[in-house]
């Protein structure tokens, strides 16, 4: 029962749910400190909006590369084009900004406790063993992709 947790929600996008549940309810758990504005409302749906569009243009080079877009599993194929040229992991970048955009949507400055707390967790739990896959994977070539291309931004 225990392996069947671990498997079913241990995936990046039920992580990013969780934030996004966190996100929300500190922003009404302590709406004091909340500071919603117009401005910022423009800009957290922008950042929204920017981050599916960003999400979905990398999952779909993952199809069109054929390779896998589900993490613990063996690539077979290294994406350096499109947004992968500026982002290592631009999926994990449109999570943040998907996240960013709802605290700025809610104003809550509680909101910066998930959103530290998800990128620690994305890191610890899938960047790193994603890499450690990809430089057995690929070698030199990752290597050298890495020295290029930063892991977020």
């Not at 500190?26 to 569009?53: D, E, H, M, N, Q």
């Not at 290294?78 to 955009?101: E, K, Q, V």
Request: one cysteine or more.
């Amino acid at each position: 029962m225990k392996k069947f947790f671990v498997t079913f929600f241990d995936w990046p996008p039920i992580w990013l749910l969780f934030a996004m549940s966190q996100v929300w309810l500190l922003s009404r758990v302590f709406p004091s400190l909340s500071y919603p504005t117009k401005i910022l409302g423009v800009v957290g749906w922008t950042l929204i909006v920017a981050g599916v569009v960003l999400m979905i243009l990398s999952a779909y080079l993952f199809w069109r590369h054929r390779t896998s877009v589900i993490p613990k599993r063996t690539p077979n194929s290294l994406i350096t084009t499109g947004p992968y040229r500026f982002s290592r992991n631009p999926i994990y970048l449109a999570d943040l900004m998907i996240l960013i955009g709802m605290a700025l949507i809610f104003g809550a400055i509680t909101a910066l406790i998930p959103i530290v707390a998800f990128v620690s967790v994305i890191n610890a739990r899938f960047i790193k063993h994603e890499e450690g896959y990809m430089q057995a994977e690929f070698g030199d070539v990752f290597s050298t992709y890495c020295t290029q291309v930063r892991r977020w931004i």
